[in-house]
């Protein structure tokens, strides 16, 4: 069985591969009369697009949405979604070499494993192509959660991290990196550039904030708000860490020192930290949502490494083609999408239930 359905209530399945036509994604679930036009997904697809820096692979691809159903007169019908997005810049030539040895850190052995025949063009499934489909989804459940702000940025590239005191908001959509720290954006073009030039890659680490969630959502145990974020932010691509809140930092701290203290407020309590990352029981408790995702280096890269050939044979390989040197850039975007996916299901799942 093959899984590429996410979601309870509002759901997406993605479908396309890398070096296929096409990729795209049919949002289900979604209520209608909201309003929706490819003018409201193609922002957010465009800070997702390859090629728009010398940091990021030099893919050349535009990315134009299409709404191909589920919308009339600008406003959603309550009907499935289909989007599609085009692929007009693939080389699968670049990839003859993958298709005779596995790259070490893709999924290339371990999608041949389990169905003994794989699409080496890219990586197919595999490749963080896929997540231009998320993208678009996630522009959708925007739509439906109107009151919702979620931002994200790079926090960390190579294991060089932003000050917090530095940060700036303003910064996060004025440089190629998603950065809220200028220094650290100016640090990160020389490290990024030398890992490019080099063939190599550089790992990054990935924070979101979602403000405007009403305390509420979010269930006890099988579906709650913090494991649903965790399953779609591990989801992604490159993704080997996720963390609500503190995270691990929370095992080192003392119970009173991990409590979010309360005082009365005008509204209902006043929190006096968000150590929980604004979930608790798996419920929104109303303060913002933090989560943190911890991305790998690029496993494709021109250093040769030690590899198999699919007859089981040593061998050395080096990826041609074009890649992100630090794939953790283009993943902001996607990680916006997972929780605003998230979001707009439970924000209907809350509604189901609750008054």
């Keep these: 069985m093959s899984f590429n359905t996410f979601g309870r209530v509002f759901r997406f399945t993605t479908w396309g591969e890398s070096h296929g036509p096409a ?14 036009t490819e003018a409201d997904i193609q922002p957010w697809l465009d800070k997702r697009r390859p090629g728009t820096s010398r940091f990021t692979t030099q893919r050349r691809e535009p990315d134009a949405v299409r709404i191909l159903s589920g919308t009339f007169e600008g406003r959603t019908t309550g009907t499935p979604i289909s989007l599609q997005i085009e692929n007009i810049d693939q080389r ?11 790259r070490p850190g893709h999924a290339d052995y371990a999608y041949d494993a389990k169905y ?14 896929e997540t231009a489909a998320r993208v678009a989804a996630g522009a959708v459940a925007r739509a439906v ?3 919702v702000r979620i931002r994200a940025w790079v926090e960390a590239i190579g294991g060089d991290s932003i000050d917090p005191a530095a940060f700036d908001d303003a910064q996060i959509d004025a440089n190629p990196f998603f950065c809220p720290d200028a ?12 890992a490019r030039k080099a063939g190599s890659s550089l790992g990054a680490i990935v924070s979101c904030e979602a403000t405007g969630v009403p305390a509420g959502w979010g269930a006890p145990l099988y579906a709650k708000l913090d494991s649903e974020l965790a399953a779609a932010i591990m989801s992604i691509n490159a993704v080997k860490g996720v ?26 309590p006043t929190f006096l930290a968000n150590h929980a990352g604004g979930i608790a029981g798996g419920i929104a408790t109303g303060q913002p949502i933090r989560v943190r995702a911890a991305f790998k280096p690029t496993s494709s890269i021109l250093t040769p490494v030690e590899t198999i050939t699919r ?3 040593a061998a050395e390989i080096a990826t ?3 890649h992100d040197p630090c794939v953790g850039i283009r993943g902001v975007p996607v990680v916006e999408a997972m929780v605003a996916l998230v979001l707009a299901d439970q924000f209907l799942l809350h509604r189901a239930q609750c008054r």
């Design 23 to 36: 990729l795209g994604a049919v949002v289900d679930g979604c209520p209608p009369e909201i309003t929706l």
């Design 92 to 102: 699968s030539k670049d990839y003859s070499e993958v298709a005779q040895a596995y």
């Design 116 to 129: 003994g025949f794989r699409d080496y063009r890219g990586g197919g499934r595999s490749s963080a192509r």
């Design 145 to 147: 959660i109107p009151g």
């Design 183 to 194: 220094a650290a954006a100016a640090r990160w073009e020389e490290k990024v550039d030398a």
């Design 243 to 268: 963390e609500i809140g503190d995270g691990f930092a929370a095992a080192a701290l003392s119970g009173e020192e991990n409590a979010d203290r309360m005082r009365p407020g005008a509204d209902g």
């Design 311 to 313: 007859t089981g044979d």
């Design 320 to 322: 041609r083609g074009r």
